[in-house]
């Protein structure tokens, strides 16, 4: 059965030539301009900056994107092949009304998408998401007159923009001093240029592989252990000191060690917080679906963890409102608000290695010294409308769990935690469980499986 075009608070989704096509983007292209029009209404001319990853569909659906904003009077600069963050920094640089990503982010090649940015650089908020779509649905747009259509140009600096605005919040001499070697996995997707500069500036012996932007990845994208086995060996063979891995978009960053281990992306963020708490103490944000262990790390620095829906855009809009010092996502998303207010690798690295460098310890020592646990991330494809049917049942399994309902269903206990949720972004239900151990962690999951008999649909 052919996949239904997914567009929801993150965006568009789906799979060029079947469910996505130029047209489609096109019109998704005029109802963000008509949208942009209506919540700038004193603004006489609107500009709008396009970025995208190295996906080969790419360039097909940022002209389409590009046309369908330009019908509607609004400028667009094309800032070519940047990770998002590049262009939550670079749209608010230019002092644009938006911005546009290509990108299917973690996807595999045959995907690709749309994500929108506000003026604020962070991704529309439900309401105002669901009155984009609303407005693509009806196709009610705004056109301009032929003498007011938009104009299209290009702006080369993305780059150097995102990773000064990187550097000018870390101490890149004590990095420096200590010559740090590490391999960068880049997936052949938008991350490369930037991962590399920013490596260099900080004076690392830098092994690139995957670098070349073709979108062709060597390896499934998505940053996790499974997928990174040719960068842990690598690491091993370079004598390296860490190995990062970025997913296409280069807003998620995994992380090895110097033994070529795997560490995780439920690390990133952890280290990155554990860095910033010896330094700024203030609250921490992070999704519902993020290991504990941010709930220790800040508990020894006696700040507050503020829990949020799973979504850039909910952790970044609570860090605003809460006077965040650091925020982030447990799949390997650190926001620094300085710097933008997305998920960003770039950031993430540069925080790690001034970890290293302040502390004087390795990576394993650093990922050793934060309490552990068991995780299981797993996915289910269901109709929808049995979603609440499987919650049902598994609170009636589990029912002394503390229960939150913000984002799917989130059930607290003694000895760990599970969250079920359906995805923004693919036809499945997401399920994070985590436990003091595996045992623990497979039990839940086998009350999940149990509670999802019958509705479970085979791929």
Excluded at 13 to 28: F, H, K, M, P, V
Excluded at 55 to 82: E, K, N, Y
Excluded at 175 to 195: H, M, P, Q, R, T
Excluded at 383 to 391: E, L
Aim: glycine share 8%; with cysteine; proline share 4%.
């Amino acid at each position: 059965m052919p996949e239904e075009l997914i567009i929801s608070i993150s965006g568009m989704r789906g799979i060029l030539g079947q469910n996505l096509t130029a047209s489609i983007a096109a019109d998704y292209g005029c109802a963000f301009g008509s949208y942009l029009l209506t919540r700038n209404p004193d603004k006489k001319r609107l500009c709008v900056c396009i970025g995208r990853d190295s996906r080969p569909s790419g360039q097909t659906l940022l002209s389409a994107v590009a046309a369908g904003l330009l019908s509607t009077g609004i400028d667009c600069i094309d800032i070519g092949i940047i990770s998002t963050p590049g262009v939550s920094v670079m749209l608010r640089r230019l002092n644009c009304a938006g911005g546009v990503v290509i990108t299917a982010s973690h996807n595999p090649v045959q995907y690709n998408g749309i994500k929108l940015l506000l003026d604020n650089g962070i991704a529309p908020p439900p309401q105002s998401a669901e009155q984009i779509k609303k407005v693509f649905v009806e196709k009610k747009f705004s056109f301009a007159s032929s003498v007011d259509c938009g104009r299209l140009s290009e702006n080369k600096d993305a780059v150097n923009v995102h990773i000064e605005k990187v550097l000018a919040n870390v101490d890149a001499g004590k990095i420096a001093s200590k010559k740090y070697k590490v391999v960068l996995d880049s997936v052949n997707g938008a991350g490369a240029a930037e991962g590399k500069l920013l490596l260099l500036k900080l004076g690392c012996r830098t092994t690139a592989i995957n670098d070349e932007p073709t979108g062709l990845f060597a390896h499934k994208p998505e940053p996790i252990a499974e997928n990174l086995t040719g960068l842990c060996k690598r690491v091993l063979e370079e004598k390296a000191d860490v190995g990062f891995a970025l997913d296409p978009d280069a807003d998620r960053l995994a992380v090895v060690d110097q033994t070529g281990r795997y560490i995780g992306e439920e690390y990133t963020l952890a280290l990155a917080a554990k860095y910033i708490l010896m330094k700024t103490k203030g609250p921490v944000a992070t999704n519902l679906s993020t290991s504990r262990m941010i709930d220790d790390i800040a508990g020894d620095a006696l700040v507050k963890v503020i829990r949020t829906p799973v979504g850039e855009a909910n952790v970044a809009n609570a860090m605003l409102e809460n006077n965040c010092v650091i925020g982030g996502e447990g799949n390997g998303g650190v926001i620094d608000l300085r710097v933008c207010p997305v998920r960003n690798s770039m950031v993430a690295m540069a925080f790690i290695l001034r970890y290293m460098a302040e502390t004087g310890k390795t990576i394993s020592e650093l990922s050793s010294g934060i309490p552990s646990y068991f995780m299981i991330k797993d996915k289910i494809r269901m109709d929808t409308g049995d979603f609440k049917k499987i919650i049902s049942k598994v609170r009636q399994f589990i029912a002394d769990a503390k229960i939150n309902n913000d984002d799917g269903c989130r059930l607290d206990f003694d000895d760990g935690w599970l969250h079920l949720r359906k995805s923004n972004t693919e036809p499945i239900v997401r399920i994070i469980i985590e436990a003091a151990n595996r045992e623990l962690a497979e039990k839940y999951l086998n009350v999940v499986r149990k509670a999802g008999e019958g509705f479970i649909v085979q791929p």
